[in-house]
C-alpha cells in the first residue's frame, strides 16, 4: 500500500493511513529511518497521528539529563504516554504496546508492506 511519495514525508515527519478499518501512523524520524505503529493508544484510544514526535528523555543520576533518539517517540495527545516507534512499547509503561508495521521506501515511494 503506497502511503505518500518519499519527499512528502520529510526526517520528523509522520502521516496517518487507513488500512481496512485501522489507522496506522507512519513516521520518518530526523536521522531518516522509516517506523509504523497501530495509530490507536494502547491507554485509552487517543488518535496517536494528532500525537506529536519527540525525543527520548535519558538520565543517568538526578538533574542530568540528555536527549536521544530524535524523532523515534512518539507522544499521546491526551494523557502523555509516549511510545517508542522502532519497538511499540511504551516508554513508562512496558506492557503496554503497540502494533508495529513493515514500511518501506521505493521507487520515490513510502510503502507498507502486506500484512
Not at 511499540?88 to 509503561?93: A, H, Y
Request: glycine share 12%; proline share 5%.
Amino acid at each position: 500500500m503506497i502511503v505518500c511519495r518519499s519527499d512528502e514525508l520529510p526526517p520528523g515527519g509522520m502521516r496517518t493511513v487507513d488500512r481496512n478499518g485501522v489507522p496506522i501512523v507512519v513516521v520518518r524520524s530526523a536521522a531518516g529511518s522509516l517506523h509504523s505503529v497501530r495509530g490507536t493508544c494502547a491507554h485509552q484510544g487517543a488518535d496517536l497521528g494528532q500525537g506529536r514526535l519527540t525525543w527520548l528523555i535519558e538520565s543517568e543520576r538526578p538533574g542530568c539529563y540528555q536527549l536521544s533518539r530524535d524523532g523515534e517517540i512518539l507522544r499521546c495527545p491526551w494523557h502523555g504516554f509516549e511510545y517508542d516507534v522502532v519497538s511499540g512499547r511504551c516508554i513508562s509503561d512496558p506492557s503496554l504496546r503497540l502494533r508495529t508495521y513493515v514500511v518501506a521506501e521505493s521507487d520515490g515511494f513510502v510503502r507498507l508492506e502486506d500484512m
